[in-house]
């Protein structure tokens, strides 16, 4: 079964600075998608980035980037030049590339931002 | 209004009350989906409706009763819960199932038996 692990219950970063959050997950599948997903103290989830299994390059919006170790099994979230409103949970997930509609979630990362 | 949105915000119910969540996407959205977020735990998906018919239950209680009467509503019918059922219950809608376009969500409704 498909599992998705991330081992930072919390993180802190100052404002201006840069953070990693980590993300490791267990396929045996080939093509699968990979998200981070954010949910602000408004409990609106909404999707940060995307990462298709099958392309090496690593996927970038903005100030979000990740670092997709397939072999690893990693898929982890950088976050450039924090701001306030980047303080969230921060949601890992991992779908099978197929019609299977389940997506796999991580237990979460709790980021807070030091002004 | 835009996007997925739910209602109520906020239910408390005792166990043996009879409630109902509601949950509208005005994105033109052909699937939907609720979840369960409890403290600590990884979002559970609960059910999924594709084209208004159930695609998936995932070996959800019968206390919860999922229906779906057009691709924009979807309720979630509530009867005899539990205390272990207070959560975070969110709804989802995505164009369509099975590829890779995002499933976008609700605000949640938070959920306490008591």
């Known amino acids: 079964a498909q599992t998705v692990t991330q081992s930072q219950p919390e993180m802190s970063v100052q404002e201006a600075e840069t953070v990693t959050l980590s993300c490791t997950y267990d396929t045996s599948e080939s093509d699968y998608y990979l998200f981070w997903y954010k949910q602000p103290p408004s409990r609106q989830m909404i999707l940060v980035i995307r990462q298709e299994a099958y392309k090496q390059q690593n996927a970038t919006e903005n100030r979000f980037s990740v670092n997709f170790q397939k072999a690893a099994k990693s898929f982890s979230l950088k976050i450039s030049d924090s701001q306030l409103g980047d303080a969230a949970m921060y949601f890992c997930?991992?779908?099978?590339?197929?019609?299977?509609?389940?997506?796999?979630f991580g237990k979460g990362t709790r980021l807070h931002i030091l002004p | 209004e835009t996007g997925v949105t739910q209602t109520p915000r906020h239910l408390v119910m005792g166990m043996t009350n009879k409630k109902s969540l509601k949950c509208e996407q005005h994105?033109?959205?052909?699937?939907m989906y609720w979840y369960k977020q409890s403290a600590k735990k990884p979002l559970e998906l609960m059910f999924v409706y594709n084209f208004k018919e159930q695609t998936e239950n995932n070996s959800v209680p019968s206390r919860f009763s999922p229906e779906c009467p057009n691709s924009s509503h979807l309720f979630l019918h509530l009867h005899t819960l539990q205390p272990e059922d207070s959560a975070l219950y969110l709804c989802?809608?995505?164009?369509?199932?099975?590829?890779?376009?995002?499933?976008?969500f609700g605000p949640g409704t938070r959920l306490t038996v008591t």
């Open positions: 997930a991992y779908r099978k590339m197929n019609r299977d509609d389940k997506i796999i």
């Open positions: 994105l033109g959205h052909n699937a």
């Open positions: 989802a809608s995505s164009q369509a199932p099975g590829t890779s376009f995002e499933q976008y």
